[in-house]
């Protein structure tokens, strides 16, 4: 009560004419994250529902919490490991020791421990670097600070590696906050995806270290191929004499991403967001189907020199960031397609870029990120198309 009544005290001073009127959206972004904002309609109609803006956020936020966890646990994990085989130092070794969690890799509280201190770092990083310039941007518009770069922040946040610098991480989130959504008019206005931006901008920028050729476990002297570098050199039976197995990759056991390793956590929150309604289900199908649709055909055609045309579509579903980017990157409302056939249509694009980038180009053992930034450049294209499609079709039948 205490603190509702000091906003409403100060807030004559941020509205228009108030001594600090410019800063209006900071008042509005810090009031708006603690209660409900109090806009209503002034005249008819009244279109009343619970969802709006900050509630969409917070489900998706929420649907990324089994993610988040996973990350924790499967970067310590992969840590510890490889401390045992070959030793570190740095101040997070200081800390764990300092504190007597010690590093086994059988200790889930050692591995969620020494994983926060890996997360922690790289989403604080995330969330003050590309929320400053949220914030800038709108108040030199005069806009409201939009609920959506929290979610922007957190999935940023699990798709980069955890080796990567932090200052890296900070030139990543600009670039995807400035160039993947303010330039464009803010949230609602971008048709590129801020976080995947980022992602890609680091991979261009820095491919020798962001390229997903080899694992990206933070202990110096530890080398290896990622699943699908191996897959693309020696087939994806070679995974298992290597000690990954589907299951291990399915419930996220291997190294990767932090965020992406854990198909099943990632099918959790997808779970969640098609029961809130949040994610629409016909970008999901049609990603699936297109995905699986080509796997099926190359597998059919087959390579004599190529070990990836063997891949079945139940590994390219549990390897790299395919089951994290079909739940909260094609799924995502604004960089898709909004026309009901309009999303199979997108999603099963998808689908199809992204094996056939793993399959048929030697360059980038991943393909997810690019096929969801191919999607987003021709979703208003596939738009235009379905409802130039129902014109037509609507205008013969009442010829």
């Known amino acids: 009560m205490g603190l509702r009544s000091f906003f409403d005290r100060i807030e004559p001073h941020f509205v228009k004419g108030g001594k600090y009127e410019k800063y209006f959206p900071i008042y509005e972004m810090v009031e708006s994250f603690i209660y409900t904002p109090k806009t209503v309609t002034t005249a008819a109609p009244h279109a009343r529902s619970y969802v709006d803006m900050k509630r969409i956020m917070t489900y998706v936020v929420i649907a990324t919490i089994p993610c988040i966890l996973m990350a924790l646990y499967n970067t310590g994990y992969q840590t510890n490991l490889a401390i045992a085989e070959f030793g570190?130092?740095?101040?997070?070794?200081?800390?764990?020791?300092?504190?007597?969690?010690?590093?086994?890799?059988?200790?889930?509280?050692?591995?969620?421990?020494?994983?926060?201190?890996?997360?922690?770092?790289?989403?604080?990083?995330?969330?003050?670097?590309?929320?400053?310039?949220?914030?800038?941007?709108?108040?030199?518009?005069?806009?409201?600070?939009?609920?959506?770069?929290?979610?922007?922040?957190?999935?940023?946040?699990?798709?980069?590696?955890?080796?990567?610098?932090?200052?890296?991480?900070?030139?990543?989130?600009?670039?995807?906050?400035?160039?993947?959504?303010?330039?464009?008019?803010?949230?609602?206005?971008?048709?590129?995806?801020?976080?995947?931006?980022?992602?890609?901008?680091?991979?261009?920028?820095?491919?020798?270290?962001?390229?997903?050729?080899?694992?990206?476990v933070p202990v110096d002297g530890f080398t290896g191929a990622t699943a699908l570098a191996v897959s693309a050199s020696d087939g994806f039976q070679e995974l298992a004499a290597r000690g990954m197995s589907w299951w291990d990759s399915f419930y996220g056991f291997i190294p990767g991403s932090m965020g992406e390793t854990s198909t099943l956590a990632c099918l959790i929150g997808l779970a969640f967001l098609l029961f809130t309604k949040i994610a629409n289900y016909r970008m999901v199908v049609g990603c699936m189907a297109g995905m699986i649709g080509f796997s099926l055909l190359l597998n059919w055609i087959g390579s004599d020199t190529n070990p990836m045309f063997a891949m079945p579509w139940y590994w390219h579903l549990v390897l790299g960031g395919y089951a994290f980017g079909l739940v909260f990157m094609v799924t995502e409302p604004v960089s898709g397609a909004h026309t009901n056939m309009g999303r199979y249509i997108y999603g099963a694009l998808i689908g199809f870029m992204v094996v056939m980038i793993r399959v048929i180009n030697p360059a980038f053992p991943e393909g997810m990120m690019l096929a969801i930034l191919f999607g987003n450049v021709f979703a208003p294209l596939i738009d235009h198309f379905v409802v130039q499609a129902n014109i037509k079709r609507r205008a013969k039948r009442n010829a």
């Open 88 to 216: 570190a130092s740095g101040w997070r070794v200081w800390i764990i020791e300092t504190l007597g969690i010690g590093f086994n890799p059988a200790n889930p509280f050692a591995n969620m421990m020494h994983g926060l201190l890996y997360f922690l770092p790289i989403y604080i990083v995330t969330l003050v670097a590309g929320g400053i310039f949220e914030v800038v941007f709108a108040t030199v518009r005069g806009h409201e600070v939009n609920e959506g770069f929290l979610v922007s922040s957190m999935l940023y946040a699990l798709i980069v590696p955890a080796t990567t610098p932090l200052w890296q991480v900070a030139l990543g989130i600009i670039f995807g906050v400035v160039i993947g959504k303010e330039v464009f008019g803010g949230t609602g206005k971008n048709f590129l995806n801020p976080a995947l931006t980022g992602r890609a901008f680091l991979y261009f920028a820095y491919p020798a270290q962001l390229s997903g050729d080899s694992v990206w």
